[in-house]
């Protein structure tokens, strides 16, 4: 007898615990309180209202990437506040994704059916990547002619497809820059060799400066951080400043990067002394070895680094432009929103409310923008007002260079441009690996068309 | 002669116990310096000399894990109605430490009596098809789970259960493993006593319940924690299955954070302490237990 | 036994038994034919096909499989999945059995605190321990490089993850660790049921330690030795976590395995029908390998 008391309690445990977890389950298309916000009534009341249909009371996924605060829940939390006070009857939820296993993360949930509604980041995956395999949707009624206007027709360029289509909604640029730890430069009597006024340097020079900090006993200068995902614009940028090459063809159809330039600079940082290609870091790694002094310069860097690591840093920093022998050209960021096509109309006119008021509403806008801590894609007057650190990074925006990110192919080429840093680190001929991944990133970009 | 052998024998013996007692703590190490390190200060966890024991005891790393992201504590989902009543919030490591129990407690449940039913019966019912299925999940038994990875998330996708904890479950109960076990058990129940139910006018089932379970518990008792501890680390289901962060178990949360903070050791480490020590703790509680179900599972597998 | 019993065995009563057999097979063969069987099928289907994201499927036969074999990337991962296997299987086992011969008999706490050590990496999880590994490895400030430099074993700083002579060599290491803790605690049990009064006979008769252990302990304890093997040939096969959070496959596809690879092609690169492939070859691979073993296994 004591057996089957066993046995029913085993199985009502059982059946408690399915209870629980069909919660678990379904909450994830039907609640799923923004972490930290809702409260259990909310959730009732908005899954309640859910059932209405129409836009009233739909629910929105939003999905970022770690784009300066925007990768902060509590930051994330009051922004959508803002929204919710206006538009009370649009649930959102977000997700927080990391540039190491986001993609990856993205990629599942499309084949799970579950891809969020909204996804904040860049062109080079809402265009290049998910627009142009057709699971976003066409972002044609935000792009009205008022906002065609404004926007800067460089960023607008870069968020329309091959197809003329747009699939993205910019919110926020920036320039990324490389940066130096002037402490250890100016003990290494290296400073003589750069431009501190203007943040440049020529090629020339910075061989001079590493190797003059490669002296005074600094084994670790800079590292060409090559395990994989994020960062890689930073990589890009060295290679293909120092001597001047391109990463695509002009009309970005056809990918570059085995030029002679290109070759003699991946050569070039593989012969330099106090700069190693590392495959076992990540760009967050480089960014994280910079600020702790263990590194004397990073290539992965923007102003929402320095502004997000402050209270690590214990030494001047001094963001620089990629050394060059010409004028510099940066990489730009772009960052915006896309919405997934998920099939529900309500859905989608509810992430377009939210991106109208997120990047368009006159208040809302610089909030949304400083958030992220770079500049607008539009004029809204100068936001960063007394802000010394903006004003200091400003400089560097002039320097933007072609926004080619949007070539066919990316999410192959991004991969492919890892490994083939990690074959020249391993000692394989430059132009073999260049070609090889020529070779593969065109393949794709072909593909693609 | 037989004294110099006793004194070289124990030589070696000393010499081995030795050798071992240092490769212990190297096992030991990574496990000290995760519980230490979520302890330590930034300032000591980032030193280029690692500091060997913490000069200063903080929980700034734990306050930080803790405070990071939040998640309601559960959610039960009525069916059919679209009411969720949803638990209060708490720290998202917290509601990863339940998922993560949760899906091994129910993974343990449904591969312990699914697998009990079905050994029994591989064992001990003469049926059409017998061979056929045996063979079939003899087979089955040695591929990776991961092979079929691409097929497997399509297919959940495609019953809408991409993204929950069931997604994880379902393909570890549906290994056939502990069938096979099961049935390895099985084999032992005497015929007899079957037979002698039978004329009792015992039908199938209380046959099964009455006579075959209880000779075949330690074999449950096995099963039970070896699907326990293999469904706890079953990082690559979880990892394809999972995505909101409320959903996550705790070595995915680990693996998030571990990506997002690249180097902010200590909080790395107050994560990895939380996944590592709850099981720990279980293990030392049941490690009698742990320890004769490998062993049985080893004799009868 | 019961079978004989009841050798003639009438239709009704075959019936009656496969009925009965299929009720208590049922919510097994639920989950067994929906999570294994049925996947499996599919991949052995799409893997002919060129299957990507958001577009119909493409039949294109067997050029999935043609690719695979001219795909030096995944030739590579075939031969570090076999140096995985072929190392850590034989390692895992002689070490685990030295561990335990020299354990076994201490007094019961040590034995116990020694097994109970062994088996934390276990519990603890791959990913957990990944962590603390990461940290050791690294190449500015880990400790197998400070402990080196400092007592002058190593000139100067290894890039342990990040050089492809030493990567998948650090990647063994750590799946050792965390592998060695069953073999451990089977061979500790296995060696206490050893018959002891053959081992006294043995010895009285003059045998060395040696021919002792040799002689009569291990064909004694060779049925575990089998277990073992092929539970540590499973586990090397499915190496994933250390891969994806240490090296993500490189430097230069160095630490790529097949289960790596597939994941990779998968989620990176959106190729579904060709990572089919890569599982079915692996998948025969495998059922090739567990024959052979059964085979062995039948012949003791």
């Known amino acids: 007898m004591k057996k089957r008391k066993i046995m029913a309690m085993a199985l009502s445990c059982l059946m408690v615990l399915s209870a629980v977890g069909c919660g678990n389950g379904d909450s994830g298309s039907t609640s799923g309180s923004a972490a930290g916000t809702g409260s259990s009534a909310a959730t009732n009341q908005s899954s309640a209202q859910a059932q209405t249909g129409g836009t009233e009371g739909a629910e929105i996924t939003l999905w970022t990437y770690p784009i300066g605060k925007w990768g902060d829940s509590a930051t994330v939390d009051g922004l959508i506040a803002n929204f919710n006070a206006v538009h009370p009857e649009i649930k959102v939820t977000v997700e927080y994704l990391d540039y190491s296993n986001g993609d990856d993360q993205i990629n599942t949930a499309i084949e799970g059916n579950q891809a969020p509604d909204i996804v904040l980041e860049g062109p080079e995956r809402l265009v290049a990547n998910w627009g142009a395999k057709g699971l976003m949707v066409d972002l044609a009624d935000l792009w009205t002619d008022e906002a065609k206007a404004a926007i800067y027709e460089s960023v607008e360029s870069a968020c329309k497809g091959s197809d003329g289509v747009y699939y993205e909604y910019p919110l926020c640029m920036t320039a990324h820059t490389m940066a130096i730890n002037k402490d250890i430069f100016e003990a290494a009597g290296a400073m003589q060799y750069i431009d501190e006024a203007n943040g440049t340097w020529t090629t020339d020079d910075f061989i001079k400066a590493v190797q003059a900090?490669?002296?005074?006993?600094?084994?670790?200068?800079?590292?060409?951080?090559?395990?994989?995902?994020?960062?890689?614009?930073?990589?890009?940028?060295?290679?293909?400043n120092l001597y001047g090459?391109?990463?695509?063809?002009?009309?970005?159809?056809?990918?570059?990067?085995?030029?002679?330039?290109?070759?003699?600079?991946?050569?070039?940082?593989?012969?330099?002394?106090?700069?190693?290609?590392?495959?076992?870091?990540?760009?967050?790694?480089?960014?994280?070895?910079?600020?702790?002094?263990?590194?004397?310069?990073?290539?992965?860097?923007?102003?929402?680094?320095?502004?997000?690591?402050?209270?690590?840093?214990?030494?001047?920093?001094?963001?620089?432009?990629?050394?060059?022998?010409?004028?510099?050209?940066?990489?730009?960021?772009?960052?915006?929103?896309?919405?997934?096509?998920?099939?529900?109309?309500?859905?989608?006119?509810?992430?377009?409310?939210?991106?109208d008021f997120m990047a368009n509403d006159e208040k809302q806008a610089v909030e949304s923008v400083k958030a992220s801590s770079y500049w607008p894609v539009k004029d809204l007057g100068n936001i960063y007002e007394g802000d010394d650190l903006m004003t200091e990074y400003s400089k560097f925006v002039p320097y933007m260079g072609d926004y080619y990110q949007v070539v066919g192919g990316w999410a192959e080429a991004r991969t492919a441009w890892w490994n083939m840093l990690q074959q020249v680190g391993s000692g394989v001929d430059v132009k073999t690996a260049v070609e090889e991944f020529v070779a593969t990133s065109n393949a794709a970009a072909n593909a693609a068309q | 002669m037989k004294h110099k052998r006793f004194n070289r024998s124990t030589c070696y013996k000393i010499l081995s116990v030795a050798v071992i007692t240092i490769l212990a703590v190297l096992f030991a190490f990574p496990l000290y310096w995760i519980i230490t390190g979520s302890f330590k200060t930034s300032a000591a966890i980032n030193a280029t000399t690692p500091q060997w024991w913490p000069e200063e005891w903080v929980l700034a790393n734990y306050q930080k894990l803790f405070s990071r992201q939040y998640a309601p504590l559960w959610e039960i989902h009525i069916p059919f109605t679209g009411f969720t009543f949803a638990g209060p919030d708490v720290p998202a490591a917290i509601r990863w430490l339940l998922n993560t129990v949760f899906m091994a407690v129910a993974?343990?449940?449904?591969?312990?009596?699914?697998?009990?039913?079905?050994?029994?019966?591989?064992?001990?019912?003469?049926?059409?098809?017998?061979?056929?299925?045996?063979?079939?999940?003899?087979?089955?038994?040695?591929?990776?789970?991961?092979?079929?990875?691409?097929?497997?998330?399509?297919?959940?996708?495609?019953?809408?259960?991409?993204?929950?904890?069931?997604?994880?479950?379902?393909?570890?109960v549906g290994w056939p493993f502990g069938v096979f076990l099961m049935k390895q058990f099985s084999e032992g129940i005497p015929g007899e006593m079957m037979e002698a139910a039978k004329i009792d006018g015992a039908g199938e089932w209380k046959t099964f319940y009455t006579i075959a379970l209880p000779l075949i518990k330690p074999g449950i008792g096995a099963l039970a924690i070896f699907t326990f501890i293999n469904s706890w680390n079953d990082y690559f289901m979880q990892l394809i299955m999972l995505t909101s962060t409320k959903n996550l178990t705790i070595p995915l949360g680990i693996a998030k954070l571990q990506a997002e903070n690249a180097m902010d050791f200590g909080l790395i480490m107050a994560g990895a302490s939380l996944a590592a020590i709850p099981i720990i703790i279980i293990f030392l509680i049941f490690q009698k237990y742990f320890t004769k179900g490998i062993t049985m599972g080893a004799v009868k597998g | 036994m019961a079978a004989e019993k009841k050798n003639p065995m009438s239709k009704a009563?075959?019936?009656?038994?496969?009925?009965?057999?299929?009720?208590?097979?049922?919510?097994?063969?639920?989950?067994?034919?929906?999570?294994?069987?049925?996947?499996?099928?599919?991949?052995?289907?799409?893997?002919?096909?060129?299957?990507?994201?958001?577009?119909?499927?493409?039949?294109?036969?067997?050029?999935?499989?043609?690719?695979?074999?001219?795909?030096?990337?995944?030739?590579?991962?075939?031969?570090?999945?076999?140096?995985?296997?072929?190392?850590?299987?034989?390692?895992?086992?002689?070490?685990s059995l030295w561990v335990s011969s020299v354990i076994y008999d201490l007094k019961g706490a040590a034995c116990s605190a020694f097994r109970c050590i062994f088996y934390l990496p276990v519990v603890t999880g791959s990913v957990a321990v990944t962590v603390v590994w990461k940290w050791m490895f690294n190449n500015y400030y880990g400790i197998f490089n400070y402990v080196g430099t400092s007592t002058g074993l190593l000139k100067q700083n290894i890039n342990w993850l990040g050089d492809e002579r030493y990567a998948l060599g650090c990647i063994i290491l750590i799946l050792l660790t965390t592998s060695v803790g069953q073999p451990i605690v089977l061979y500790v049990s296995a060696l206490n049921n050893v018959d002891q009064s053959l081992v006294e006979a043995a010895e009285v008769d003059g045998a060395t330690k040696f021919q002792c252990f040799w002689k009569i302990k291990w064909p004694q304890i060779m049925p575990t030795t089998l277990y073992i093997l092929v539970i540590t040939t499973i586990n090397s096969f499915q190496c994933f976590a250390l891969i994806q959070l240490l090296t993500s496959g490189g430097p230069n596809h160095s630490t790529d395995t097949i289960m790596y690879y597939i994941y990779y092609n998968a989620f990176k690169l959106y190729r579904y029908g060709y990572g089919n492939a890569m599982g079915v070859v692996l998948a025969v691979i495998i059922a090739v390998l567990s024959a052979v073993q059964f085979k062995l296994a039948e012949r003791d």
């Open chain 1, 213 to 240: 900090v490669y002296d005074s006993g600094q084994a670790n200068v800079g590292a060409v951080y090559c395990n994989g995902q994020g960062g890689d614009q930073g990589t890009r940028a060295l290679v293909n």
């Open chain 1, 245 to 355: 090459g391109t990463f695509t063809n002009a009309e970005h159809t056809e990918y570059t990067a085995n030029s002679e330039e290109n070759i003699k600079a991946l050569q070039l940082l593989y012969d330099m002394d106090g700069i190693n290609y590392d495959a076992s870091i990540v760009g967050g790694d480089e960014i994280n070895m910079f600020c702790n002094g263990t590194l004397a310069m990073a290539f992965c860097w923007n102003i929402a680094q320095e502004k997000n690591n402050l209270d690590k840093i214990n030494f001047d920093v001094l963001p620089m432009a990629f050394p060059s022998t010409g004028d510099p050209k940066l990489c730009g960021g772009i960052w915006g929103f896309g919405i997934f096509n998920n099939g529900d109309e309500a859905k989608i006119a509810a992430a377009k409310t939210f991106i």
């Open chain 2, 107 to 172: 993974a343990m449940l449904f591969t312990c009596i699914t697998s009990a039913m079905a050994g029994y019966a591989l064992a001990k019912k003469r049926f059409l098809g017998r061979t056929l299925v045996f063979s079939l999940i003899v087979c089955a038994m040695a591929l990776p789970k991961q092979v079929i990875l691409i097929p497997l998330l399509r297919e959940m996708a495609s019953l809408e259960l991409y993204n929950t904890i069931w997604a994880v479950i379902f393909p570890i």
């Open chain 3, 13 to 95: 009563l075959v019936r009656r038994e496969t009925i009965a057999g299929y009720a208590f097979m049922l919510p097994s063969l639920v989950f067994f034919l929906g999570f294994v069987i049925y996947p499996m099928v599919q991949c052995v289907i799409t893997s002919f096909f060129d299957a990507t994201m958001n577009r119909e499927d493409i039949f294109i036969g067997l050029a999935n499989y043609t690719e695979l074999f001219q795909d030096t990337v995944f030739l590579g991962a075939l031969r570090n999945t076999a140096v995985i296997v072929i190392v850590s299987v034989p390692v895992v086992c002689i070490f």
